[in-house]
């Protein structure tokens, strides 16, 4: 079953600008999806649209079955929403934003009290509970809308750039978290800045552009479909010889070597080569995010 | 984070036996709490400045100048003075309620907790009208207390007080999310009670019986629809009115519908709410 099928989706904001020029994608039950795109591609439009925050201007939007403009009580009670920026009251206390969203949800206070108090638990936020919510830190802040979103237990999580501008430690346990989540059963829609964490975490990609869907499949699809690899090697000695049929450039020590593989070349031929010119490979690591590299590709090819 | 976070947790499907439409009085139910927390929380800012106001009124317009006014209606002025002052209190408080509650929440974008649910529009509107009917009639029986140290108060018709309370605050309630939807900034939902209600309210015959005012301002008075509600109310407590209750009665009616009808179009359509 789909968690999320979207059918020639179009949006003219009143402005007249066209975000979404008819986009089609659809996420499995159980998938953890990512969706990609630069700055004003269409993402936080879909995202918008999907959770009742944007109105559609024509095509069909459903959540496990059921269409968000006939059924949206249905369709919203199976979806939770970490949006980008902070948007609970700033003046409310923790526990409370909680349980208010559960309640807005339909389920009994009785009921909310627990599930706030197991999801605070959960992301670390139950010492907080009785404080106002401005006083929080920025990563914390993002753990509550996470329990927020959580607590009348979704099947679809959409994490709207839930990362931005978090520590490097806050990020890694979000996304441990999320991936135990989505374990559990939870589809996930995640958009992302950082195509690191979409190509650690994700199962099946949509790359947006200029409210179209350029590309959209599995993570493996897509990156087979990645014309150019760089890596870069560290040498035992600076490197003075020739490697025929590759692209290199000695970097500045002479001991670095960043070369780029076409995709009918093997790395472990790149190895085998430059065994044979009398060099030992200390060390090897991709020049840039595959993602990344797809994705410009992509979009530069596109515009 | 890693350390502070525990294992995620396993997610069941939503069901808590309810039908929807338990549900959905559930969500109703938590915006009228959230509402009336809000208020009674910071009582220094919404409840004490009414009682304030109003004690003022009575000790200046009631025991200093109305010692001297003639009765009105058979009435001491300060018991002709009351209901209206009861009633100014009504719609001031209601009206504010949900103006500043509701657009705080646009403006913080908190109301967008309530957007993303399954909360229909009917249990947006009671929710927060609701609350401002309780703001409202809890300023009443405040002022009210207030009224007993400065005159003896007397209910002639209780079904009338409470008519007229109700459907006032229930009107003012959503003429203030009305008011908050279209609000774009602060001062938006400052505009209303400031150049048309405040008016409205001293020319709709709170301090003054409107039979004493000569032509034409005694006709262009009867346009005046608060002044239906503050003689509707006052016929409740003394038995005296300027003009027919029962068209004062019918015209909150309309008002009700057509206001509630307007809401109810506003949030559906998503007018300032939905992009």
């Known amino acids: ?303 | 984070m890693s350390g502070t976070m525990k294992a995620a947790p396993g997610i069941h499907l939503v069901g808590e036996g309810k039908s929807s439409f338990q549900q959905n009085l559930v969500s109703m139910g938590t915006i009228l709490r959230k509402e009336v927390t809000r208020f009674l929380r910071i009582w220094m800012q919404t409840l004490l400045p009414s009682v304030i106001t109003m004690t003022l009124y009575f000790v200046i317009f009631g025991t200093i100048v109305g010692s001297r006014i003639s009765d009105m209606g058979g009435f001491s002025y300060i018991s002709f003075i009351a209901p209206g002052i009861i009633m100014m209190a009504i719609i001031t408080n209601s009206f504010s309620n949900v103006a500043s509650s509701f657009f705080g929440m646009k403006f913080q974008r908190s109301i967008e907790e309530i957007l993303v649910s399954p909360t229909p529009v009917w249990a947006i509107i009671l929710g927060f009208v609701l609350g401002g009917v309780a703001r409202g009639l809890l300023i009443a029986v405040l002022v009210s207390i207030v009224a007993l140290f400065f005159t003896h108060i007397v209910v002639a018709h209780v079904f009338y007080v409470v008519v007229f309370a109700v459907l006032t605050a229930l009107v003012f309630s959503l003429a203030g999310l009305v008011n908050a939807i279209f609000a774009r900034k602060f001062d938006d939902v400052s505009i209303i009670p400031t150049f048309v209600l405040t008016p409205l309210t001293y020319l709709g015959g709170v301090f003054y019986s409107v039979s004493l005012l000569p032509e034409p301002w005694y006709s262009i008075s009867l346009f005046n629809p608060i002044l239906y509600m503050v003689n509707g109310f006052r016929y409740g407590f003394i038995g005296v009115t300027d003009v027919n209750i029962f068209v004062g009665l019918g015209f909150l009616i309309i008002c009700c519908v057509g206001l509630w009808g307007w809401c109810y179009y506003l949030l559906r359509k998503g007018t300032c709410l939905r992009q």
């Open chain 1, 1 to 303: 079953m789909n968690a999320l099928e979207i059918i020639d989706l179009q949006k003219v904001y009143p402005t007249g600008v066209k975000a979404l020029n008819g986009v089609s994608l659809q996420v499995k039950e159980g998938d953890f999806f990512g969706l990609l795109g630069p700055n004003g591609a269409g993402k936080t439009t879909i995202i918008g649209i999907t959770t009742g925050l944007v109105t559609l201007s024509s095509g069909v939007v459903k959540v496990f079955g059921h269409d968000i403009s006939n059924d949206f009580e249905a369709a919203r009670r199976l979806i939770g929403v970490v949006p980008q920026e902070f948007n609970f009251s700033i003046f409310e206390k923790v526990f409370d934003i909680v349980v208010d969203q559960a309640g807005y949800y339909g389920i009994p206070r009785s009921v909310a009290r627990v599930r706030a108090e197991k999801y605070l638990k959960e992301l670390g936020l139950w010492e907080k509970r009785d404080v106002a919510s401005r006083t929080l830190s920025g990563g914390m802040k993002r753990r509550l809308m996470i329990a927020r979103a959580l607590v009348h237990e979704p099947r679809l999580l959409i994490l709207d750039e839930p990362t931005a501008g978090v520590d490097v430690e806050l990020r890694r346990g979000m996304w441990e978290f999320i991936s135990k989540l989505n374990k559990s059963g939870v589809t996930i829609i995640l958009t992302t800045h950082y195509l690191e964490e979409a190509e650690q975490l994700c199962k099946n990609l949509a790359i947006i552009n200029k409210g179209l869907v350029i590309e959209h499949g599995t993570k493996k699809e897509l990156l087979s479909k990645l014309e150019s690899q760089t890596y870069v090697l560290d040498l035992d000695k600076s490197f003075r010889g020739v490697l025929e049929g590759y692209t290199v450039r000695v970097l500045e020590s002479g001991m670095l070597l960043e070369v780029s593989l076409n995709s009918e070349q093997q790395l472990t031929s790149l190895l085998v080569a430059i065994r044979k010119e009398g060099y030992e490979v200390k060390s090897i690591r991709p020049a840039s995010n595959r993602l990344e590299e797809l994705f410009m590709q992509f979009v530069e090819v596109k515009k």
